[in-house]
């Protein structure tokens, strides 16, 4: 069967359609922006983490440069501990602690934002 002479009618949208199509456009863009406001605002892991940690991490880019290299990246790119790799968060666990992996332990590396 051929479709190339198929033609498709685009809906009609009289104008009241129109102005509430043009209003919720106008609100979801607000809300977008609100959304990217608030992350923007939001601290990332590099700066919530305690001084005591940020001291040890630079050890550990001295000793480790390139695994050093990619945890400071993971921290810098990232706003909430649940959002690291588990490997990354392992090793932040592992080389700053020497305690093993909880999401406790995890949590205590930052500091608390209440």
Not at 73 to 91: E, F, M, P, R, Y
């Given at each position: 069967?051929d479709t190339t002479d198929e033609t498709?009618?685009?809906?009609?949208?009289?104008?009241?359609?129109?102005?509430?199509?043009?209003?919720?456009?106008?609100?979801?863009?607000?809300?977008?922006?609100d959304e990217i406001k608030k992350l923007?605002?939001?601290?990332?892991?590099?700066?919530?983490?305690?001084?005591?940690?940020?001291?040890?991490l630079t050890e550990v880019c001295e000793?480790?440069?390139?695994?050093?290299?990619?945890?400071?990246?993971?921290?810098?790119?990232?706003?909430?501990?649940?959002?690291?790799?588990?490997?990354?968060?392992?090793?932040?666990?592992?080389?700053?602690?020497?305690?093993?992996?909880?999401?406790?332990?995890?949590?205590?590396?930052?500091?608390?934002?209440?």
């Amino acid at each position: 069967m051929d479709t190339t002479d198929e033609t498709f009618d685009a809906p009609y949208l009289d104008r009241e359609e129109e102005t509430e199509q043009v209003t919720i456009d106008a609100w979801y863009l607000k809300e977008l922006q609100d959304e990217i406001k608030k992350l923007k605002q939001m601290k990332t892991l590099y700066t919530r983490l305690t001084e005591a940690n940020k001291i040890k991490l630079t050890e550990v880019c001295e000793e480790f440069p390139t695994m050093g290299r990619n945890l400071t990246t993971a921290l810098t790119s990232n706003h909430s501990w649940s959002d690291l790799k588990v490997g990354d968060a392992q090793c932040l666990i592992v080389y700053l602690t020497d305690k093993v992996f909880s999401v406790d332990n995890l949590s205590n590396l930052f500091e608390n934002d209440n």
